[in-house]
Structure formats: structure tokens, C-alpha cells
């Protein structure tokens, strides 16, 4: 019998990759079944600034001739994924979500689309970005709670994922792009640790930032995503060359443990929306003896305003070609950003540099004894309107020590609007921190 468009949407990344290659399912099939979804859908959720059915079409049937030859299959082979555009795509318009680079088709794919070529994903379109990846809001909505953001600066991916139009999607995080995103829609979202995923090709806000990540359904899911996308680029000079991380296969392997988390109230948790408060400590306290409370170390405390200094700073000098006669083009937040980054003075931006180190050594007695650090991915549920994408506050810290982070949805309001749980690891921890993610999201299944 032939698998009806849900049933092929139904199955999990693993579960369709294994029928793609056994030939139980034809890539043109799955194919299709997501070009279903995006018809009906992306006229209300527009998660896609670039789609065109013709261009997935031929790549489905290039995908099920290589098959038909014999010839090996990629990691991702038929997997349908979106790419938000800020990252380049040969022959595709990569725009920014600015006007002033409307029209713009790359020439050459950037590091992490070549590597999703190259195991065999289809790519659906480019999502939605805010303008030059920042505050400035595009015209994505959020399909799990209309009427409200679906998060910046990667709404579209988060949304496009969210909404079923695809099965993972890619974004990047400079303060909170991704993990906040993932939050608002529902979805899990996986920054992995700095420079573990190439950024050439990649807009470039702040080198010191810029991190590539995943949004996907489930932690199997961002892991699978993730062995196909980590490894060394020869164009990003920050790029890591380490081993192979096998998030999958960790993953798959279990505990050998039940985890420890540190609940650790983040600056800024006074603020949060009380239902998101009261969600992480009744999950801290159903975990019992799994979890400790952790202190907020001083530089950690500071560590979202170091975080803004850098970003500022830098975004201002790799975006200083969006200024002068073309800063008219901009948003007021993209402008406004731009010259505050230019009056930051060049000691509070090299102190600010060192910030990284100082809060890894405050959190090495942490994760000594931790798996993870446990706290909300953001202040509460999606802010309403659309002109809000919510606040990194919960997000940057991690992002300046370049700490692998995983958003999960865990937790929701009595009207059903989601609430991200975000765990954080040690540097270069990615593979045990998506195991962690793993056992967290079965255990709180288990209640």
C-alpha cells in the first residue's frame, strides 16, 4: 500500500532515511508529500523567502536515479531541510533579509550547503531571516501560536520545521537565534559548540559569535543533522579541526547514569514569565536527586551585556557597507545597532573579549560535577504581535562562552503556547549534552 503525504511526514529522520535506502519510499515520494505541506501552508505561515517546486523536483528524482545506479548514499539522502538566508546557495538567491541585497545569487554554496548536498538532502527553500540577522522582524508567523513571534533571527527555519513544511532546517545564533526561536515554535533547537559547523559562505555579524545550528523534532534528529555538518572549514579560520563528535551514535548508546543537571537561575530570572519559573523548578523537583542548584558566577551575571558589546562592535565593522547612502534600507533596529557598535571604545571591546575564558573557568566546578546546566531557553512563551522576537537574555551567556545548547519543548501554557527547556553543556560537549537532551525529554515522557 502506498504511504499516504502524512504518513511519509510522520516519520522521523532515522526512520525515513532507513526506508530511503532500502527503496520502501522514492526521495521524488517524500518529496512531494512536503511540497504538499508547503502549498497549503505557506501562505499563512511565509517561513520561505525562495521556494520552487521544480528545483526540489529535480533534485528528488537526481537523488532517486544515484540510488537506482548503485551508487553510495549520503547521511542525509532524501531528507528535505530548509536553509535560512543568510548562508549561500549557488544559483539560489541569498538576500539577508535586506533590501539592499535583493537580487543577490551567490556563486559558490556556502560550507554547510555543500555538506548538506553532499550527504543527499533536499533543499526546500530558504527560510526566513530578520534583516541582516538581527531585530528587525520579517513577515514569518508563528504556526503553533498565530498572532504571536515565531522568534528571530531564524524564524523562518524554526517556523518552516514547527508547521511539518520540512523535517530540519538550518539557522545560525549570534545571540539567541536559534535556541529562542526553537523555543516559541515548539521545536528542538541545537547550537552546538563554537566553530564545530564551517560559517563560510556564511553573513558574517560577529566572528566571534557566529554560530551554525539546527532545528529538528526530536535530539536523535539535531544529532543526525549534526554528524552530516560538523567538521573543519577550510574558509572559517575559527573553524575547529577535532575528532568526529558521533552525537548519533552516542545518543543511540544510552546512559550508563541517570544525568546530573544544575539548576542555575540565570540573570535575568526575575523577569521571566511566572509560568516558565514555576515549569522549570516543578521538572528540577520531579528530577529530584538529579539535580543541584547551582550559583550564578559574577562574570556569567555580566555576561549578556559583554555579550551585546562584542556583537555591536563587530557588526558594525562587517556591516559597514549597509551604511552611508543604504542605511535608508534599513530598519531603525538594524541602524540603531550599527551606530551604537561604533561608539563602543576599542579597551571595553578587547575586555570584553576575555569574558569567554573568565566564565569557563567560573563553570569548570560546574560541569565537573554536572551533565548539564538547566534553565528556561527563554522568558516565557512568544511575546504577541509581530514585532517583538523576544529577548536572548537566557541565550547570549552561552553563546559568548561558546557552549553547546539544546532547547527542548517540554513545557506549555494552559492555551497551549510552548515553552522552550534549555540544557547547556561544556564546550565541545555536544555529543553528551544531545544525550542528556535524549534522556531528559524520555524521562519527563514518563512523568
Known amino acids: 500500500m502506498t504511504d499516504t503525504a502524512d504518513a511519509i511526514r510522520a516519520l522521523d529522520a532515522p526512520s525515513l532515511r532507513a526506508r530511503l535506502a532500502d ?20 501562505p499563512e505561515i511565509r517561513a520561505f523567502v525562495w521556494h520552487d517546486p521544480a528545483h526540489v523536483r529535480a533534485r528528488a528524482r537526481a537523488l532517486d536515479a544515484r540510488r537506482a545506479a548503485g551508487a553510495p548514499l549520503g547521511a542525509l539522502h532524501g531528507i528535505p531541510v ?11 538567491p541569498t538576500e539577508n533579509g535586506a533590501q539592499r541585497d535583493r537580487g543577490r545569487v551567490p556563486a559558490r554554496d556556502a560550507h554547510v550547503v555543500a555538506r548538506l548536498l553532499a550527504e543527499g538532502a533536499i533543499l526546500m527553500g530558504k527560510s526566513v531571516t ?11 508567523r508563528n504556526p503553533r501560536a498565530p498572532g504571536h513571534t515565531p522568534g528571530g ?8 520545521v514547527a508547521d511539518g513544511m520540512v523535517l530540519a532546517a538550518i539557522g545560525t545564533q549570534t545571540g539567541g537565534s536559534v535556541i529562542r526561536p526553537a523555543s516559541f515554535c515548539g521545536v528542538v533547537g541545537f547550537k552546538p559548540s563554537f566553530g564545530a559547523i564551517g560559517r563560510s559562505g556564511v553573513l558574517l555579524q560577529s566572528h566571534t559569535l557566529d554560530t551554525v545550528g539546527v532545528f529538528a523534532r526530536s535530539p536523535a534528529e539535531a544529532a543526525m543533522l549534526g554528524d552530516a555538518l560538523i567538521g573543519p572549514d577550510a574558509g572559517d579560520a575559527q573553524s ?14 544510552g546512559v550508563a547514569r541517570a544525568p546530573v543537571l544544575a539548576l542555575m537561575r540565570m540573570t535575568g530570572w526575575e523577569r521571566a514569565d511566572p509560568r516558565m519559573r514555576a515549569g522549570i523548578e516543578a521538572l528540577a523537583g520531579r528530577l529530584g536527586v538529579e539535580v543541584f542548584e547551582a550559583d550564578l558566577p559574577p562574570t556569567l551575571a555580566r555576561a549578556q551585556d559583554l555579550r551585546g558589546q562584542i556583537n555591536l562592535a563587530e557588526m558594525a565593522h562587517y556591516y559597514a ?3 552611508g547612502a543604504a542605511a535608508d534600507l534599513l530598519g531603525a533596529p538594524t541602524r540603531e545597532a550599527i551606530a551604537a557598535g561604533a561608539a563602543i571604545s576599542a579597551p571595553d571591546y578587547i575586555a570584553a573579549l576575555g569574558a569567554g ?18 534553565c528556561p531557553s527563554a522568558l516565557g512563551p512568544a511575546p504577541e504581535g509581530l514585532g517583538n522576537t523576544g529577548d536572548s537574555v537566557f541565550n547570549g551567556p552561552w553563546t559568548l562562552l561558546g557552549a553547546p545548547a539544546v532547547s527542548l519543548p517540554m513545557l506549555e501554557t494552559a492555551e497551549g503556547l510552548p515553552m522552550g527547556v534549555q ?8 555529543a553528551r549534552l544531545l544525550r542528556t537532551a535524549d534522556w531528559l525529554m524520555a524521562r519527563a515522557a514518563r512523568g
Open 23 to 42: 527503496g520502501s519510499l522514492s526521495a521524488e515520494a517524500v518529496a512531494e508529500a512536503y511540497l504538499a505541506r508547503i502549498a497549503a501552508r505557506e
Open 130 to 140: 530578520t534583516e541582516l540577522a538581527f531585530l528587525h522582524p520579517g513577515p514569518t
Open 357 to 374: 575564558a573568565e566564565i569557563a573557568a567560573e563553570l569548570a566546578p560546574v560541569f565537573a560535577r554536572a551533565d548539564a546546566i538547566l
Open 240 to 253: 575547529i579541526d577535532r575528532p568526529a563528535p558521533r552525537l548519533a551514535a552516542t545518543l543511540a548508546g
Open 321 to 323: 557597507a549597509y551604511g
Open 153 to 160: 533571527s531564524s524564524s523562518g527555519s524554526a517556523a518552516a
Open 423 to 430: 540544557i547547556v553543556g561544556a564546550p565541545g560537549d555536544d
Open 82 to 92: 530548509a536553509v535560512k538566508d543568510v548562508i549561500d546557495t549557488a544559483g539560489i
